[in-house]
């Protein structure tokens, strides 16, 4: 028995029953989490309609709740602020299309998180990219509070006339105009160098801002040509557009000539390191501001994708028009410390 353990077609028998036991895992959990999504929009239903139909007032929520948790005493969720996320849900979808999108593939505190978007359009949108890329609900939440949808495919690129359809269209669709490195907790001024390594000392952060396919295969990575040596900033590969892409930080304003050295990069990666198989490299230039008509310009007769976006490390702040709006630190404290809240109200993630 030891000798058939430990040969290969054991091994790969192992695996496979692995690779079943994880299914079949992941396929429970997902028709768990339907059944409970339809469950919540049932009863979302079914207030709301009496509540449009036979003029049940708010009141009839408190009491539902407080029924059902004495009929159900092991089961959570119930609460009445819970309950009225369900309200809310049934009177965002239809069960057509819950069943439609994967609106009934995420947990139920997704959804809750979702309701602070009120373009149902911008909130699908989340969902189907959650579902796509595994977004835990706190990834979930720091990406809609990052504006995600707004940037996300919106860098200045020449994209659609240096690659072949549909292709093109992917690659503009990865790119974002704008990339948040809040998370390095570094000052506005700080030098490309410094971020650079911060960056790479922050690479899960970074790896997710960029999106999904993109994998790191070095900074400061050295190509020759002639008997010079140049360093490109990052190196990545990314695996849905099947090609190498060069990463270039600028400090400050874009400038033409920061185009045409990205350019000289992409040529010497599709000479020296790039496949028969690989698809062209793609070039992006992150700068701190880059006005769109000198990109625009930049970039017209540069022949190699090359896309041009800006990055912020720190937060703006607000316009001191704005400001006599918020509260203090003291008075929002003060709310919080007052809100009521159910022991229940808190949502499974």
Known sequence: MTDVINTKPYMEFLDSLKKEIQQARFRSHLAVNKEIIHLYWKIGKGILDRQQNESWGSKVIEQVSQDLRHSFPEMKGLSVTNLKYMRMFAGEYSLEEISQQPVDQLPWGHHVALFSIQDKQKRIWYIQKTVEQG?????????????????????????????????????????????????????????????????????????????????????????????????????????????????????????????????????????????????????????????????????SEIRKPLGVAEYRTITEKLPKDYEQYLPTPEQFKHLLDTLPLEKEDKVNE
């Open 135 to 299: 977004w835990s609900r706190n990834v979930l939440v720091m990406q809609i509070d990052s504006n995600l949808y707004e940037r996300q495919g919106r860098a200045l690129t020449n994209f659609k006339d240096t690659l072949p359809s549909p292709t093109s269209d992917l690659a503009q669709q990865i790119f974002k105009n704008e990339y948040n490195f809040e998370f390095l907790n570094l000052d506005k001024e700080a030098h490309e160098r410094v971020i650079e390594r911060s960056l790479i000392n922050h690479i899960r952060d970074f790896l997710l801002e960029l999106g999904t396919g993109f994998a790191f295969l070095g900074n400061q990575y050295k190509v020759t040509v002639g008997d010079e040596d140049f360093y490109l900033d990052l190196l990545f590969y990314h695996t849905r557009l099947s090609c190498y892409v060069i990463l270039e930080l600028k400090v400050g304003k874009f400038k033409p000539e920061y185009a045409g050295k990205l350019n000289f990069y992409l040529t010497a990666i599709d000479r020296q390191v790039k496949l028969p198989d690989d698809n062209p490299t793609i070039g992006l230039l992150l700068c701190q501001q880059a006005h769109d008509m000198v990109v625009e310009y930049a970039l």
